[in-house]
């Protein structure tokens, strides 16, 4: 026996389209969409419209012709199909809401996670900007106090994106801040943390990484890569930029892998740049940025605080690229004052 909200919406069908058929009133049309969304809120599939619909007709025109008859097989047909089909449909999209909340979630996690505020230290003023291309970044940047005189740098990137790469880096974060504070050489750090990408990460992903301990009391940089995007060292008293050349395997690829750590004296008003490959990546219509162009976009900036020159030359990359970052994007800069 049918509910009596079934017995309500046919009786307002059927008077639809019997008033329809005699008046031919295109206003009557009009009451159909607020009576789609209750067939809707109610539960009536497009098969038992079309049914309904077949009803009315017959009753209104007993002797209705056979092939008008026999097409609502068809349509009949094509309904049961819609109705799955929109049913998966709306199924999907209720599925996709709920892991986009999952994903908003992970991503203020870790935003948390990763949050690193800029040191404050005398002769050294520092800036940072970090851009994901995603959701969820791939790059991670961190400062940490290494005694009483030195500060590390640390920037790596997962290869990989999204959710994966997230739990990667999380987990070499987690990893990095054990082994801070026990004075270790870069070199060391890169070495331990290796052991610890090789075991945890999967075999089709890896990590670079630059880790770098600046010393605030003779302003010493001590540096070591593995694998990571070379960065630039801007001379002050010359105007001029060059390499800051470390070479060494991504993290997790050899267990046995070894890192050499470099030097840098570092005189007043000089500048680090260290970046991730959304930074030398760049790309416009004609290909990637060049290093020389890179580079030049630096030289405009030189002069500006360091937090206002990492901002500055992202704004103007993202630009050349029209407002489309094509990886994670991260620049960090060191000025000795």
């Known amino acids: 026996m049918e509910s009596r909200e079934n017995l309500e919406f046919r009786e307002k069908y059927r008077e639809i389209v019997l008033t329809y ?40 025109d007993t002797e209705l012709p056979e092939y008008i008859s026999s097409s609502f097989d068809v349509l009949l047909e094509m309904m049961v199909g819609y109705g799955l089909a929109y049913m998966e449909h709306l199924s999907l999209r209720t599925e996709q809401q709920a892991l986009r909340r999952e994903i908003a979630q992970a991503e203020d996690m870790q935003k948390m996670m990763m949050k690193s505020d800029l040191p404050k230290v005398t002769g050294l003023e520092v800036g940072a900007v970090s851009v994901p291309m995603r959701q969820m970044s791939g790059d991670y940047y961190n400062f940490m106090q290494e005694g009483d005189d030195k500060i590390s740098v640390t920037l790596a990137d997962v290869i990989g994106k999204g959710i994966p790469a997230a739990f990667s880096m999380s987990m070499l974060k987690y990893a990095s801040d054990n082994y801070s504070g026990s004075a270790k050489t870069p070199s060391e750090m890169l070495q331990n943390l290796n052991a610890v990408a090789e ?16 010393d605030t009391s003779n302003h010493l940089f001590e540096f070591a890569s593995a694998g990571h995007e070379v960065g630039l060292y801007f001379d002050a008293k010359t105007r001029s930029f060059t390499d800051l050349y470390a070479r060494g395997l991504p993290l997790g690829i050899d267990p046995n892998a070894t890192y050499r750590g470099f030097e840098k004296a570092v005189a007043k008003d000089d500048m680090i740049f260290i970046m991730s490959d959304g930074v030398t990546e760049t790309r416009t219509a004609d290909g990637f940025i060049e290093r020389e162009d890179l580079i030049a976009v630096f030289e405009e900036r030189i002069d500006l605080p360091p937090q206002k020159l990492v901002k500055e030359v992202y704004d103007h990359l993202c630009k050349m690229q029209e407002y489309e970052l094509r990886d994670d994007f991260t620049l960090i800069c060191l000025k000795r004052v």
């Not at 075991?199 to 600046?214: K, P, R, S």
């Open 21 to 60: 058929l005699k008046q031919q009133d295109e206003g009557v049309l009009y009451n159909c969409e607020k009576l789609t969304r209750e067939a809707m809120e109610k539960h009536i599939s497009p098969e038992e419209i079309v049914n309904l619909h077949r009803a009315i007709l017959e009753e209104y």
């Open 199 to 214: 075991t945890n990460i999967d075999d089709n992903m890896f990590i670079t990484m630059f880790y770098g301990l600046y």
